[in-house]
């Protein structure tokens, strides 16, 4: 089993400033991409931000120029560092990891996520 826990999410002001992690553990050989995506209150789960184990970032439009998604493959870690927010960044905030696993066997799995509240 594989488990990616994140972190980092709170209330900030707009215009302000968070840094998401999302750790990755368990039965893990490798991990291909990984991913951040989020929900908004009634919304449905949207693309935020990619990163493959080798090769460029794909970003929303809605968070280009703001948003910049990185990882430690030492670590097995990705991060989100999301600058200038919106109160329409609100939402829940999820991270996925595609991981190839000792039994030869590739899967997605995601974490529980974390709540950003952007609010004055």
């Known amino acids: 089993q594989v488990q990616l826990v994140e972190s980092g999410g709170g209330l900030v002001q707009p215009g302000g400033s968070l840094r998401l992690s999302c750790a990755a553990s368990?039965?893990?050989?490798?991990?291909?991409?990984m991913g951040w995506y989020r929900q908004a209150p009634g919304k449905g789960r949207e693309l935020v931000a990619t990163?493959?184990?080798?090769?460029?970032?794909n970003y929303a439009d809605s968070v280009k120029g703001r948003f910049t998604i990185s990882r430690d493959n030492a670590k097995n870690t990705v991060y989100l560092q999301m600058n200038s927010l919106k109160p329409e960044d609100t939402a829940v905030y999820y991270c996925?990891?595609?991981?190839?696993?000792?039994?030869?066997?590739?899967?997605?799995?995601w974490g529980k996520g974390t709540l950003v509240t952007v609010s004055s």
């Open positions: 368990g039965n893990i050989v490798s991990i291909n991409s």
């Open positions: 996925n990891a595609d991981v190839l696993g000792f039994s030869g066997i590739r899967r997605l799995y």
């Open positions: 990163i493959p184990s080798g090769g460029s970032t």
